[in-house]
């Protein structure tokens, strides 16, 4: 079994894709090609944002949104210690400082009391002094494993004065009571890295926006900071999605949005059937979405109880099933960023998380037959350490 499969997709959609990308080799417009707008209108008009713009990655893509917003050494930004290095590492980069703050026990994302309660007294980690409250400039705001964090909170708590950046790289076709994800903050950015729920086949990403002031900017820094060839109104380097990669998804978007996502919470509603009575025996705790929320489960992960979550990786992977960790060790420990000044202890929630969890095989074309066969193996894992406790 693989973790996560792409043949079965690029099987069932070959015709489309290979369609698409000998159109690009055709016409041989491979920078800047009519795909890459064409595929800019058809997501706005899918997620409903006003603007687009293509990237290389997820990764740039929140790089070109942190510099048109302005961010820039001195600057402190919120963002979440439990999220892909990415999240953290842009803001790092620019010379700003990330202003960590503890996730939420149900849904993993940010919690928007513990930023309330940040505000109130904002510390420097590093120095132990207060920072002014006037370089809190913004938040970077994960909707982690393809579920919508809770922007209405997250804006009550930071106001109108800081922007909110929507860090949409797993939640790509979620939505959050009817509105999509990359339309709840004042700009949101998303990947279509190969095994995110959209994805392309290499690396790529978009950046939405409402703003057209904001997306002009952020235009002309994806591409040397021109709006006319060799004319640079302001430094930009190069952040362009390449053509073939958008014509690759000009072919998935529709599968994705009108069968994908039904598929993937049709696998997640097969898990969650097949493990429910190993949750209920307390050894596991299955993913909760919220009741306003529509996942895009960029991962099934469950919380293993107990001290087991290595054990359980151990056992799935001897009956070749690959499991993933997302993530083993919060951002705030790890060696980059020890600079900050965190420590053990500071976000106990992320900490507590990363030792329990674990992402099951997942994509949207996996069988029931496969998915219960993941299910038994846990189960049996899970029948033979109760025996041994009970032994001992
Ligand atoms: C994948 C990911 C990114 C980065 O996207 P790339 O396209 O791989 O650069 C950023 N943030 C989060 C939360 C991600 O999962």
């Not at 997709?9 to 800047?32: A, E």
């Not at 900017?217 to 302001?234: F, P, S, T, V, W």
């Not at 072919?251 to 994908?260: H, L, R, V």
Request: one cysteine or more; aromatic letters at 10%.
């Amino acid at each position: 079994m693989k973790f996560c499969d792409l043949d079965i997709q690029y099987d069932l959609l070959k015709k489309d894709i290979d369609t698409q990308i000998s159109t690009v080799l055709d016409h041989k417009w491979f920078v800047g090609g009519p795909e890459i707008a064409k595929l800019e209108e058809m997501l706005c008009q899918r997620v409903g944002s006003k603007y687009a713009a293509s990237v290389s990655s997820g990764t740039t893509g929140l790089l070109v949104a942190l510099m048109g917003l302005g961010v820039k050494r001195g600057d402190w930004v919120i963002t979440t210690p439990f999220t892909f290095a990415a999240t953290v590492g842009t803001i790092a980069f620019l010379g700003a400082k990330p202003l960590m703050v503890d996730i939420e026990e149900d849904t993993f994302n940010i919690d928007s009391k513990k930023v309330s309660s940040l505000l109130e007294n904002p510390i420097d980690p590093a120095t132990g002094e207060k920072i002014p409250s006037e370089n809190i400039k913004g938040i970077v705001v994960v909707n982690l494993f393809g579920q919508c964090a809770d922007f209405d909170s997250i804006r009550a708590a930071i106001g109108e004065n800081r922007f909110i950046l929507e860090d949409a790289a797993q939640s790509f076709g979620a939505s959050n009571n009817g509105r999509f994800s990359c339309t709840l903050g004042d700009v949101a950015v998303t990947s279509f890295f190969p095994s995110k729920p959209l994805a392309c086949y290499g690396d790529g990403g978009m950046i939405f926006t409402n703003n057209s002031f904001l997306h002009e900017k952020m235009k002309m820094m994806i591409n040397h900071g021109q709006r006319k060839k060799y004319e640079h109104a302001i430094i930009g380097l190069n952040f362009r999605m390449d053509t073939i990669q958008s014509a690759i998804l000009l072919a998935k978007a529709k599968p994705f949005f009108e069968k994908e996502i039904a598929s993937r919470n049709l696998v997640a509603q097969r898990y969650n059937i097949g493990l429910f009575d190993l949750e209920h025996n307390g050894n596991i705790r299955l993913p909760i979405v919220k009741e306003e929320n529509v996942s895009v489960f960029a991962q099934y992960s469950i919380l293993v109880e107990n001290g087991l979550r290595d054990a359980l990786k151990t056992a799935l992977a001897d009956k070749d099933i690959p499991t993933a960790i997302h993530y083993p060790i919060p951002l705030h420990l790890q060696p980059a960023f020890s600079y900050l000044g965190y420590s053990d202890g500071d976000f106990p929630i992320a900490e507590k998380v990363s030792q329990k969890i674990i992402s099951l095989p997942f994509d949207p074309y996996k069988t029931e037959e496969e998915i219960l066969l993941v299910c038994r193996h846990i189960a049996s894992f899970f029948m033979e350490h109760t025996a041994q406790t009970t032994v001992q």
